[in-house]
């Protein structure tokens, strides 16, 4: 087990805890989390363009001249690639498959690692418990406030990853119009999210959901 500080939303130190080694003090292989976070940005990507071939544009049926004795070349519809208003040869087209494959036990273990860099980078904090006045947007960027200047010691920088047990409508409202900040719940963690935010708050009851998450599903892969 690891032990480190714990906070409140103040940011003082109020005691300390454990995090399971096996999450949060892996061997960390770059490879591993870069073909990781590729395989899941590809694998959200929609292909939007997409041009029309010859058979796809509207029009062209009748063949513009005849074939011989017009001293032209031959054509056989003006919806030719070569033709103005024509079909596009090897545009870009909607079917295009990007997707990547990797297996769960991969995904995992990147996920771990990932959470291991951010707590050796020192860009993590757990705090015992978060709650706010009602809804309020204030009392969200105050704690970020808190965080980033008295923990992170990186005034400005509020690119947060806050880490919920479960979904709590009351923080989730409260953090939604502040752009730098993505509230996610324990169990619906992935490799792209911990690292495209720098810093990353995690309530102290999330590390439980995380452990019985994600080591269960470690252990089943193992089998």
């Known amino acids: 087990m690891l032990s480190i500080d714990a906070y409140n939303q103040k940011g003082e130190k109020s005691g300390k805890i454990n995090l399971p080694e096996e999450i949060f003090g892996v061997k960390l292989n770059s490879n591993l989390i870069h073909q990781t976070y590729v395989a899941q940005e590809a694998n959200a990507r929609i292909a939007v363009a997409h041009t029309k071939t010859r058979g796809e544009v509207r029009g062209g049926g009748a063949k513009p001249w005849k074939q011989k004795g017009t001293g032209r070349a031959r054509h056989g519809s003006i919806r ?3 033709w103005i208003g ?57 704690f970020l406030d808190v965080m980033t200047d008295k923990i992170f010691n990186a005034k400005g920088n509020k690119k947060t990853l806050v880490i919920l047990p479960k979904a709590d409508r009351e923080l989730q409202l409260s953090f939604r119009n502040i752009q730098t900040v993505k509230v996610i719940n324990a169990d619906s963690l ?15 009851d999330s590390v439980e959901v995380i452990k019985n998450t994600y080591t269960k599903l470690h252990s089943k892969s193992d089998k």
Do not use: C, H
């Not at 769960?104 to 273990?109: E, G, M, R």
């Not at 992935?190 to 102290?204: A, E, Q, R």
């Open 86 to 142: 024509g079909g596009i040869t090897f545009g870009p087209r909607s079917d295009r498959n990007f997707s990547k494959n990797i297996n769960k036990k991969q995904k995992q273990k990147a996920l771990f690692m990932a959470l291991t860099s951010k707590l050796t980078d020192k860009e993590m904090v757990v705090v015992n418990s978060l709650s706010f006045s009602g809804i309020k947007t204030k009392d969200a960027d105050d």
């Open 190 to 204: 992935n490799v792209v999210d911990v690292l495209n935010y720098k810093y990353t708050v995690i309530l102290k």
């Open 80 to 82: 030719s690639p070569l």
